[in-house]
């Protein structure tokens, strides 16, 4: 199975497309693509008009630039598989999923089958018709906790909506390497890495806007432990603004660097630093308004067993030493 094509085009409207609408428009400038998959990647939020979503009937005008970035997948290669998903909330427009630690979200490379993307096929088959299956955000293979899925398009494309305009209000709890002195913002663009590929930075020219905020909900002797909020939605995007102000996220494999044990630890607690195999991060809290009522609906989801016995170890640690 081969990886999904990615798609970056752009176009200006010339003179003579000045005022029409923009399924319309699009359908000229990008004849290699179907108007049916044009409409979906408008509905979807991934075909813009200079940066912005827009409806397919939307007017537009001489000069504006209509970009595409999105990904040629092929959901007819897409398996449904029984996986065992743990739903929180569902109803005919919205599924709510906690996702658990080392759960890959969608296919890709070296994961093509068994994925929450798989699973979601079979139990909702529906889902086939919608771009990347619903899934409205995604959260990394290793990190636990709450995600939107849209069971409809319409779902779809008013979440996606939301993201874009920061209504949708997404909360993470999280253990840093190091004592933080209180709270703050880190407000850094952000890119691919320059040398390594698979890895993100923060790219002061030329990345794109990424904010996170973050307080401090205790301090350890050497940890802290934080509820973080975004603003933006970048890939790795808490890991890496946390790397970036030199409070790495304990057990990130990709961007902890060399993991440290502080001196002076039980052997319980050096044993629990070392043995913790992924990065301190859970999706704790999610809030929307539903895009079928426009009722605004609240989730929260207690941290998951391994960071619950991180962090009493921490608390242990931290009574020892006073």
């Given at each position: 199975m081969t990886e999904?094509?990615?798609?970056?085009?752009?176009?200006?409207?010339?003179?003579?497309?000045?005022?029409?609408?923009?399924?319309?428009?699009a359908a000229k400038l990008f004849a290699t693509y179907s108007?049916?998959?044009?409409?979906?990647?408008?509905?979807?939020?991934?075909?813009?008009?200079?940066?912005?979503?827009?409806?397919?009937?939307?007017?537009?005008?001489?000069?504006?630039?209509?970009?595409?970035?999105?990904?040629?997948?092929?959901?007819?290669?897409?398996?449904?598989?029984?996986i065992d998903l743990n739903v929180v909330y569902e109803d005919d427009h919205i599924v709510l999923i906690n996702k658990p630690a080392g759960f890959v979200v969608h296919p890709g490379a070296g994961n093509w089958s068994g994925t929450l993307l798989n699973g979601l096929l079979h139990r909702y088959p529906e889902l086939a018709q919608i771009p990347r299956a619903?899934?409205?955000?995604?959260?990394?293979?290793?990190t636990t906790g709450l995600m939107v899925v849209a069971r409809t398009l319409r779902s779809h494309?008013?979440?996606?909506?939301?993201?874009?305009?920061?209504?949708?209000?997404?909360?993470?709890?999280?253990?840093?390497?190091?004592?933080?002195?209180?709270?703050?913002?880190?407000?850094?663009?952000?890119?691919?890495?320059?040398?390594?590929?698979?890895?993100?930075?923060?790219?002061?020219?030329?990345?794109?806007?990424?904010?996170?905020?973050?307080?401090?909900?205790?301090?350890?002797?050497t940890h802290t432990h934080i509820r973080v909020?975004?603003?933006?939605?970048?890939?790795?995007?808490?890991?890496?603004?946390?790397?970036?102000?030199?409070?790495?996220?304990l057990g990130d494999p990709v961007y902890l660097g060399r993991s440290r044990l502080p001196a002076g630890g039980t052997p319980e607690f050096k044993e629990t630093m070392l043995r913790f195999g992924r990065q301190a991060l859970h999706a704790k809290f999610l809030a929307f308004e539903h895009p079928d009522t426009g009722e605004w609906m609240e989730w929260e989801i207690p941290l998951p067993d391994d960071m619950l016995a991180l962090i009493e170890v921490l608390n242990e640690d931290k009574r020892d030493h006073e």
């Open positions: 999904p094509e990615k798609i970056s085009l752009q176009a200006e409207i010339p003179e003579e497309l000045d005022g029409a609408r923009l399924d319309q428009a108007r049916s998959r044009l409409k979906l990647w408008i509905e979807a939020g991934e075909l813009t008009v200079d940066g912005q979503s827009q409806r397919p009937r939307q007017k537009v005008r001489e000069g504006q630039v209509v970009r595409i970035e999105t990904e040629l997948d092929a959901p007819d290669e897409w398996e449904p598989q029984k619903g899934i409205v955000h995604r959260i990394d293979k290793d494309t008013r979440l996606v909506r939301q993201l874009e305009k920061r209504n949708m209000t997404r909360q993470y709890e999280a253990v840093t390497q190091g004592v933080m002195v209180g709270g703050g913002t880190v407000n850094k663009p952000m890119g691919r890495h320059p040398v390594h590929r698979k890895k993100m930075a923060v790219i002061e020219h030329g990345g794109k806007p990424a904010v996170t905020h973050y307080r401090v909900v205790k301090r350890f002797r909020q975004l603003e933006t939605g970048r890939t790795h995007q808490i890991r890496v603004h946390m790397a970036h102000i030199r409070y790495p996220l």
